[in-house]
Structure formats: C-alpha cells, structure tokens
C-alpha cells in the first residue's frame, strides 16, 4: 500500500508541472485556480514522499532510506523549483490582464 505513496507523487509532480504550461497556452479562463490547484499539487507530492519516508523509519528500514534520501532530496528539489517558477512566469505574463 505504501508504494502508492511514490506513485501518487510522481503523478501530483507531473499535474504541478502541466497546470501552469496549459495556463501558459492560454487553454483556460481560470488562471488562479489552476495555479492554485498547481501549487497544491506540489504541496501534496512533497507530503506523500514525506509519509513514504516516514514509513520506512517505522519498519526501520535503514538502507532503503539511506539508498534513496539523495534522490528524493534531489527530485523534491527540482519539483518545488520548476513548479514555483512556471507559476511565477504564469503570473508575470498574465500579470494585469483581465478575464473576460
């Protein structure tokens, strides 16, 4: 069951990362909420990865954790990163325009 944990990240990771290239592509009228629902997706991927470690420490499974914590910091990382900046370009292009 725990394995659904990494699964569902990398899915979150990648809706964190089309939400805000569709809201560039001018697909939407709803700019703020796809934002919203982009950092949020995020927000929930970098949680699940926090539980699915949590779960190794429980089952104290120390080489599983110290084999993959690099890559997780890394991947958590970059995540975070791209996501906040394809929101911070959706902001600044549609910066002062109106709905209509």
Same mark, same amino acid.
Request: charged share 5%.
């Given at each position: 069951?725990?394995?659904?944990? *990494? $699964?569902?990240?990398?899915?979150?990771? /990648? @809706?964190?990362?089309?939400?805000? @290239?569709? *809201? /560039?592509?001018?697909?939407?009228? %709803?700019?703020?909420?796809?934002?919203?629902?982009? !950092?949020?997706?995020?927000?929930?991927? /970098? $949680?699940?990865? @926090?539980?699915? *470690?949590? %779960? &190794?420490?429980?089952?104290?499974?120390?080489? #599983?954790?110290?084999?993959?914590?690099? #890559? $997780?910091?890394?991947?958590? =990382?970059?995540?975070?990163?791209? =996501? &906040? $900046?394809? *929101?911070?370009?959706? !902001? @600044?292009?549609?910066?002062?325009?109106?709905?209509?």
């Amino acid at each position: 069951m725990y394995a659904w944990l *990494n $699964v569902g990240s990398l899915v979150l990771g /990648l @809706i964190a990362w089309i939400l805000p @290239i569709v *809201n /560039l592509m001018g697909l939407t009228k %709803h700019r703020s909420a796809f934002s919203i629902m982009s !950092l949020s997706a995020c927000a929930i991927s /970098l $949680v699940f990865q @926090i539980y699915y *470690n949590y %779960h &190794l420490v429980q089952i104290e499974d120390w080489a #599983a954790l110290m084999d993959t914590m690099g #890559a $997780v910091a890394g991947a958590a =990382t970059i995540l975070l990163v791209v =996501t &906040l $900046v394809l *929101n911070a370009i959706t !902001l @600044i292009v549609y910066w002062g325009r109106t709905v209509k």
